[in-house]
């Protein structure tokens, strides 16, 4: 990801690049607000079907991506290579966002809810609390958050989240 640091940004006076930052983090705001609103219209993930993790519960499951949406848009923002006034000047129009990645589980609404501790876990680098969770569910919820792990990996934002 391209950095706003330009020689064109040192030549704004201090309140010019906050004021300038500020309008450009409301239009990502607005761009990343209408892109998850596009991809969850694109997103059809047909006829429910079982909790993945516990096998059931088929009426009440969850599509889960398993790259979340809100992760995606982070992760693939490339911004273009433009002067960071000229950035200022158009706006957010110059962030490209790559196809969202629909991959995804049925989750039950629980175990729905583990996988976005885990995730929430793994982006702090710390424990998630899966306390009561039996062994063979934990097992199961791992497969799913290797997955996620690999497509942040391949993403290349680690570190930028």
Same mark, same amino acid.
């Given at each position: ?8 940004? $040192?030549?704004? $006076? ?14 990502? +705001?607005? +761009? @990343?607000? @209408?892109? &998850?609103?596009?991809?969850?219209? #694109?997103?059809?993930?047909?006829? +429910?079907? !079982? ?9 009440? $499951?969850? $599509?889960?991506?398993?790259? !979340?949406? #809100?992760?995606?848009? +982070? &992760? ?18 110059? /962030? ?23 995730? @929430?876990?793994?982006?702090?680098? /710390? ?6 969770? !039996? ?11 290797? @997955? ?14």
């Amino acid at each position: 990801m391209n950095t706003l640091n330009t020689t064109a940004t $040192a030549k704004l $006076a201090k309140s010019q690049r906050a004021m300038s930052l500020a309008r450009f983090q409301i239009g990502m +705001k607005e +761009k @990343r607000r @209408r892109w &998850t609103l596009d991809a969850r219209a #694109s997103f059809s993930p047909g006829d +429910k079907r !079982p909790c993945i993790v516990c096998g059931r519960y088929q009426s009440l $499951a969850h $599509a889960h991506h398993v790259f !979340p949406l #809100s992760i995606q848009f +982070k &992760t693939n923002l490339v911004i273009s290579d433009r002067q960071f006034s000229e950035l200022v000047d158009h706006g957010p129009e110059f /962030v490209i966002v790559k196809e969202p990645d629909h991959e995804f589980v049925w989750m039950c609404p629980t175990h729905h809810e583990a996988a976005h501790e885990i995730i @929430r876990a793994l982006l702090a680098n /710390v424990q998630p609390d899966l306390d009561g969770m !039996p062994a063979h569910e934990r097992d199961a919820m791992q497969r799913i958050s290797v @997955r996620f792990v690999e497509k942040l990996v391949a993403s290349g934002a680690i570190g930028a989240i």
